[in-house]
């Protein structure tokens, strides 16, 4: 079974652009939730779809969106840009959200902002 | 807000050698998770501790779950380079019950 896809890997924008990052889940897993890691704040939850539908939003400006497919691919979006969103953006799927429900990680998007 | 505070953040240590992370909250979780995460990769889960005062073992990790849920240890015996890697813990919480991290510790094992 293929783990979490995520692309790209590697991402460099420049202050103002807007970038948008890509995550296919595990075969069969309907939820995803998506992560902001850096040094400084570590692994901070930004938000969770299942079924199409946003579940959970963490604590983050309305520049950081996302979406996801009936495939249950999901999108993030990040608009204008700030030196600061340079981060390792995570995926994680689980077959259904639920406290109890394993999380599978995705290698991460690393995004620099220049 | 519910935090995880993990120490020590940096740890460096010789093959062999024998250690002890930690994971406090102020906060009483239903569950507590450790992750580990190497360079490039994301987190992988390790094991998740349910019952307080519970004690789970893999291999040479040893894991307890305090016993009013507001904290967990980590303990590693004759620690090898392949240990190597940064330390999350993790609990359900937030006001959405979303996944809350620690900041990590990051172990270094030295041949």
């Known amino acids: 079974k293929a783990g979490v896809t995520q692309t790209p890997r590697y991402l460099i924008k420049t202050r103002g652009q807007q970038v948008t990052l890509s995550c296919s889940p595990i075969?069969?897993?309907?939820?995803v939730s998506w992560y902001q890691q850096t040094p400084g704040q570590g692994l901070q939850f930004l938000f969770e779809?299942?079924?199409?539908?946003?579940?959970n939003k963490g604590n983050f400006p309305g520049r950081f969106s996302g979406r996801q497919f009936s495939n249950s691919r999901s999108e993030m979006n990040v608009s204008t840009l700030e030196l600061g969103d340079s981060a390792l953006y995570l995926c994680?799927?689980?077959?259904?959200?639920?406290?109890?429900?394993?999380?599978?990680f995705g290698p991460g998007t690393r995004l620099t902002v220049l | 807000t519910q935090l995880l505070e993990q120490s020590p953040q940096f740890l460096s240590i010789q093959e062999g050698e024998n250690l002890t992370v930690y994971c406090n909250s102020s906060?009483?979780?239903?569950?507590l998770q450790w992750y580990r995460q190497e360079p490039g990769e994301g987190p992988v889960l390790l094991v998740t501790?349910?019952?307080?005062?519970e004690v789970k073992k893999l291999k040479r990790l040893t894991f307890q779950f305090g016993d009013a849920r507001k904290d967990s240890s980590l303990h590693i015996t004759a620690a090898q380079p392949g240990d190597t890697g940064l330390y999350l813990c993790?609990?359900?919480?937030?006001?959405?019950?979303?996944?809350?991290f620690g900041k990590g510790t990051k172990l270094s094992v030295k041949p």
């Open positions: 906060s009483v979780f239903s569950s």
């Open positions: 075969s069969g897993h309907r939820s």
């Open positions: 993790a609990g359900y919480g937030g006001s959405q019950g979303n996944l809350i």
């Open positions: 501790v349910v019952t307080g005062g």
């Open positions: 779809y299942f079924s199409e539908t946003q579940r």
């Open positions: 994680a799927s689980r077959y259904l959200a639920g406290s109890y429900n394993e999380q599978f």
